[in-house]
């Protein structure tokens, strides 16, 4: 088991997530997802085209819960489309896997190719996932390959806490009822 570098604390309206970080094996992503929770990463606001003011994560919703799968946050929009402006790429690591749950990995479209360049390119930016146990309690192993995981939640307090999220009523879309609210995301170093 990968080694984890920072523990970020979701504070949420349903209760905390505690949730180790991957920063040897994910270090674009982690340090996105850390200034993006304590501010210090710039970033655009979708809805009004302008510099974002403070952490991007206070009081954005987990508008994507799909029991047996993941909940999904991190859209400034609270929709599924919105993001930070700016994407990047995956970082794959084969050390870090989908087979069991409770992974925190990044939400992305796939890749997209550069109109001027031709490459690919990757399309993650704020938008992550948190995946729940599926049939047999797995993880969501079809995901390897395509969403760069970052972080796992190892205590049975903040799992608990995901599994709640995960069985809340939805509506169309996936989107809960009542709204699962991340307050404020603490990080600390280890």
Avoid: C
């Amino acid at each position: 088991m990968p080694q984890h570098t920072a523990v970020a604390t979701l504070h949420t309206n349903y209760g905390d997530i505690v949730v180790n970080l991957f920063g040897d094996h994910a270090p674009k992503t982690v340090e996105n997802f850390v200034g993006l929770s304590d501010g210090s990463k710039d970033w655009t606001d979708p809805a009004t085209g302008k510099p974002g003011d403070g952490p991007l994560y206070k009081d954005v919703v987990f508008h994507r819960i799909i029991s047996g799968f993941m909940i999904q946050g991190g859209d400034p929009l609270g929709l599924g489309t919105g993001g930070p402006g700016y994407n990047f790429n995956d970082e794959i690591n084969g050390e870090l896997t989908f087979t069991a749950p409770y992974k925190l990995a990044m939400a992305n479209a796939g890749l997209r190719r550069n109109a001027i360049t031709g490459r690919p390119e990757g399309t993650n930016g704020s938008q992550f996932f948190i995946t729940v146990p599926g049939q047999g309690g797995r993880g969501p192993e079809w995901l390897q390959g395509k969403h760069t995981i970052f972080g796992e939640v190892t205590d049975d307090a903040s799992k608990a806490v995901v599994d709640t999220i995960s069985e809340l009523p939805t509506a169309a879309g996936d989107r809960p009822i009542e709204p699962v609210v991340i307050e404020s995301i603490d990080v600390v170093s280890v």
